[in-house]
């Protein structure tokens, strides 16, 4: 879950650019979709109907009709002294997220070639995680993070969490930001999807995007997938949160301050967590976002150590 991920800003764009955010509603109805009929299948895509605040998604598989899904989430607001969030959306704690307790463990095997896989250690909290890690590592398994594997459960992705820890929250402002303001204006380059894949590349943060995670990644999302889905969710729910780091995209409040982190935690966290599976809480990694105790997991792959790779 998520660290910051996007500056969000209504755009107007009557000659968009093809392939744009702005040509695509940001590809909003095809997560929305994608939650509605198929979380984990890319094949599942969204058009959105209606307009202004009456919009909906109509969804499809393969030019199949599968139905309707709301534009955006309104039925599980959360309010925080930072704000309401009314598009929040629930948490699934088969991964390391809300209440930071999960029956599961994302393991990875000794054999060349292993992919990520699922550990259930069965009810027990804490000390049933314990014990569940000294199972894995005693079978020749590497402990990856708490919670289900996901998109961004292979060791080479966690790399890249632990590596940019001190300055992903503040890289991945300041790309989401150019990414708002070019589809901002219309005479403008409005950039594509590809543009913030380059710009999150360039700043050190090289997720993979070969869907290495999977047993069987056709279809499947890619970590970098998840990250840039979290940071266009953010730009279409978060936006009276996150105006400020228009200005300034450093991480410079407290959580508990900060209404763009608060934001981005209720109403994209639980989608990314899904998606990812490992982010630097999971891990074990602690982050230059200031968080209450008891969120990193405990038997993370870099849990306790001083280095990590």
């Known amino acids: 879950m998520l660290l910051l991920a996007g500056v969000a800003l209504v755009s107007w764009a009557p000659t968009a650019t093809p392939g744009s955010g702005a040509a695509n509603g940001y590809w909003q109805c095809d997560r929305q979709c994608r939650g509605a009929y198929g979380f984990f299948d890319r094949n599942v895509t969204g058009a959105e109907t209606g307009h202004l605040r009456h919009k909906i998604c109509q969804c499809s598989n393969s030019n199949v009709s599968l139905g309707t899904a709301p534009y955006e989430e309104t039925g599980t607001p959360v309010t925080t002294s930072a704000g309401t969030f009314e ?62 594997c996901g998109a961004c459960s292979a060791l080479s992705d966690i790399q890249v969490l632990y590596t940019t820890r ?33 710009c999150l590349t360039a700043a050190g943060i090289t997720f993979s995007t070969d869907g290495r995670a999977w047993g069987e990644p056709s279809g499947k999302p890619s970590c970098m997938q998840c990250w840039t889905d979290n940071i266009l969710n953010d730009k279409e729910v978060c936006t009276s949160h996150c105006l400020s780091k228009f200005i300034d995209p450093t991480n410079n409040k407290p959580y508990e301050k900060d209404g763009c982190l608060q934001c981005d935690e209720y109403s994209s966290g639980p989608d990314f967590i899904k998606c990812a599976g490992a982010n630097r809480r999971s891990s074990g990694i602690i982050s230059d976002i200031d968080r209450g105790p008891g969120q990193v997991c405990p038997v993370g792959y870099c849990t306790g150590k001083a280095q990590c790779f």
């Open 87 to 148: 598009h929040a959306k629930p948490f699934d704690n088969a991964y390391w997220c809300d209440q930071y307790s999960t029956p599961f463990l994302c393991t990875l095997g000794a054999t060349a070639g292993a992919k990520p896989q699922t550990m259930d250690c069965g009810a027990g909290g804490a000390a049933s995680l314990d014990a569940c890690a000294a199972k894995a590592k005693a079978a020749g398994k590497l402990v990856l993070h708490c919670g289900k």
């Open 166 to 198: 001190h300055n992903i929250t503040t890289e991945m402002t300041r790309c989401s930001k150019d990414f708002a303001l070019s589809n901002l204006w219309p005479f403008h380059k409005q950039q594509t999807l590809a543009d913030l894949e380059r």
